[in-house]
């Protein structure tokens, strides 16, 4: 079993900034994606970015250019450094850490980020 705790969420207003976190309480696949995704009222959950832990990384276009994903192996801890927020960003942000080729992955319990206009 794998706990996922994030941390970071808030409320902003329109074009600042904030940082969510996210800390496996281990590692059990050898390769691995450790991502974020995020739900909005009414919205189905979709995929912000994601990071393997060989580095590659991908972004949903309505992110690219605003938002970086990073990874701290040794910590098992995902970032999400999100600039120039937009309203349209609120929602609910979760971590989820999968195995890399197969099915099984883990998730958060989301943490709540409000963009004011």
């Known amino acids: 079993q794998v706990q996922l705790v994030e941390s970071g969420g808030g409320l902003v207003q329109a074009g600042g900034s904030l940082r969510l976190s996210c800390t496996a309480s281990r590692s059990i696949f050898s390769r691995n994606v450790m991502g974020w995704y995020r739900q909005a009222p009414g919205k189905q959950r979709e995929l912000v970015a994601g990071a393997t832990n060989s580095g590659t990384t991908n972004y949903a276009d309505s992110v690219k250019g605003r938002f970086a994903i990073s990874r701290d192996n040794a910590k098992n801890t995902v970032y999400l450094q999100m600039n120039s927020l937009k309203p349209e960003d609120t929602a609910v942000y979760y971590c989820?850490?999968?195995?890399?080729?197969?099915?099984?992955?883990?998730w958060g319990k989301g943490t709540l980020v409000t963009v004011s206009s």
């Open positions: 989820n850490y999968r195995h890399a080729d197969y099915g099984l992955d883990y």
